[in-house]
């Protein structure tokens, strides 16, 4: 079988613009030496041969239970296609707010269109939002009996006037980032020993949505003053996927990173050296996109599979920002989350109990970061006592 999961070297290919550039298997930790992570071929993925497939599970395998994520290489996405969107979504949000609030949609909690800056916060970020904004929109149909019942998750698409290659740009990205997901789906319950399709028929359906993020330039009297593009979090769905980001300096035009402490970072499992895991540098090697674990791919493995800690940090510099985008995948609304049979453990039980419907956490968790309201929870369970309060009313 091919090491590809402790390899130094570069694995060659041709990027969109016909380019051999690397993907080496190494992310740079803070205040020490690079760290190894698994890179993912989706060619092994999909190939007839036996040991190329069981090279990409192993890979996910050590991917997903040691750091809570995977290089992937040979994805599809071209290069050209994700800076045109990154051009088209820039031009959207340079459009004057008035316009950008026409497809801000409070009422089914932000899940598609234009959220305004300082709207999301993380669970544990004691209030303070973060210093982005955002578009969403679903690239998959919708499971229209789940719309009945989740219309805010389950909401159709918005669009703003006159952005016919942003939609378009987006549509195709996100979903070709949904296709690469469920390759790794695949391979991750093969990994774990599961049927082949055990976690790729739990998400048929499901309310998936990409995210794209315009994370805002700091003033100088900003700047060091604790502010952050996004606080550090786990994702609540079952699989992120990241294609990577642009900086753009203060003149707006693509840059590199202004300065060597800000951008994206992920923090792996933590063990007996380092017992709250540590940061790594969350830059992509070129060629490569990044897949993430989340909470609910979590709770399904027992926590074998642990949900990937990240945060996002503004630079030291003035005027600097980032454009990104984010594809997450969910289990269907209707899916129970509770570990599978396989990872019932004692200890697995107790860390992930009680039972809840995936659609269920998802309604509390956007509660949780401030784009539900409270008030959504009182909508849990039977709700229909007022028939009785009218009849005794009546008496």
């Not at 049927?195 to 739990?202: K, M, V």
């Not at 990409?210 to 604790?226: A, E, I, M």
């Not at 202004?258 to 050296?273: A, C, F, H, I, V």
Request: aromatic share 10%.
């Amino acid at each position: 079988m091919r090491d590809i999961l402790n390899t130094k070297t570069a694995y060659g290919f041709k990027s969109g613009s016909g380019t051999i550039i690397g993907c080496p298997a190494t992310y740079p930790k803070i205040g020490a030496s690079a760290v190894s992570i698994p890179v993912v071929d989706l060619q092994d993925l999909s190939s007839p041969t036996l040991e190329h497939q069981e090279a990409a599970a192993q890979a996910i395998l050590e991917g997903f239970g040691k750091y809570g994520l995977v290089y992937i290489k040979n994805h599809g996405i071209e290069d050209a296609d994700l800076t045109r969107f990154y051009d088209s979504f820039l031009e959207f949000t340079s459009r004057p707010v008035e316009e950008k609030e026409k497809v801000s949609m409070p009422e089914i909690w932000y899940q598609r269109g234009w959220t305004p800056p300082e709207t999301e916060q993380a669970v544990v970020a004691g209030g303070q939002p973060d210093f982005k904004e955002c578009y969403f929109m679903a690239p998959e149909p919708l499971d229209p009996s789940a719309a009945t019942e989740y219309p805010e998750v389950y909401a159709q698409n918005v669009w703003p006037e006159n952005a016919e290659v942003f939609q378009k740009s987006y549509e195709l990205i996100g979903h070709q980032l949904h296709e690469i997901g469920l390759f790794l789906l695949r391979g991750a319950a093969k990994a774990l020993g599961l049927e082949p399709f055990r976690f790729e028929q739990a998400v048929y359906g499901g309310p998936h949505v990409t995210r794209s993020l315009r994370y805002l330039p700091l003033k100088d009297d900003q700047v060091n003053t604790g502010i952050l593009w996004g606080e550090e979090h786990t994702d609540f769905n079952l699989l992120t996927l990241l294609p990577g980001g642009r900086f753009l300096d203060p003149s707006g035009s693509y840059c590199p990173k202004p300065d060597s402490s800000s951008g994206l970072y992920l923090r792996t499992r933590g063990d007996e050296k380092n017992p709250d895991g540590e940061l790594l540098a969350g830059s992509a090697p070129a060629g490569c996109i990044v897949a993430q674990v989340g909470q609910e791919l979590e709770i399904l493995t027992g926590g074998q599979f642990l949900a990937t800690p990240h945060v996002i940090k503004a630079p030291s510099t003035p005027g600097y920002s980032r454009v990104s985008m984010a594809h997450f995948i969910h289990l269907h609304a209707h899916q129970v989350l509770s570990p599978l049979p396989k990872f019932r453990t004692d200890d697995a039980l107790r860390a992930y109990s009680p039972p809840v419907l995936a659609g269920t956490y998802g309604m509390k968790t956007l509660v949780d970061i401030g784009l539900a309201p409270t008030d959504v929870l009182n909508h849990l369970g039977y709700r229909h006592y007022d028939r009785l309060s009218t009849i005794r009313a009546k008496s």
